[in-house]
């Protein structure tokens, strides 16, 4: 059973930095793309940057420049680097793994990011 387990949230003020995590468990990480998602009260949970099994990496244009995603295969760990952080990035962030194109797995419990003065 594949597990996924978020960690690395937090209170930060406007312009602060985050690094969130994300452990694998019950599958071969290395195989999978994989993607971080953030979710707000009342609306869709969305894709905020993803990773290919080679290291290709994909942003939305709301966190292009800001934030940037890892992944290291030996410990089956995705990262998200949140630098010049926004209140508008506060969410729920939860990680992935991507199957055309698509979260393929179930959610773990997400980490909430909050940034305020």
């Known amino acids: 059973q594949v597990q996924v387990v978020e960690s690395g949230g937090g209170l930060v003020q406007p312009g602060g930095s985050l690094r969130l995590s994300c452990a694998v468990s019950?599958?071969?990480?290395?195989?999978?793309?994989m993607g971080w998602y953030r979710q707000v009260p009342g609306k869709q949970r969305e894709l905020v940057a993803r990773?290919?099994?080679?290291?290709?990496?994909n942003y939305a244009d709301s966190v292009k420049g800001r934030f940037t995603i890892s992944r290291d295969n030996a410990k089956n760990t995705v990262y998200l680097q949140m630098n010049s952080l926004r209140p508008e990035d506060t969410a729920v962030y939860y990680c992935?793994?991507?199957?055309?194109?698509?979260?393929?797995?179930?959610w773990g419990q997400g980490t909430q990011v909050t940034v305020s003065p």
């Open positions: 990773i290919t099994s080679g290291a290709n990496t």
């Open positions: 019950g599958t071969i990480f290395s195989y999978y793309t």
């Open positions: 992935n793994t991507i199957q055309g194109g698509l979260p393929f797995h179930s």
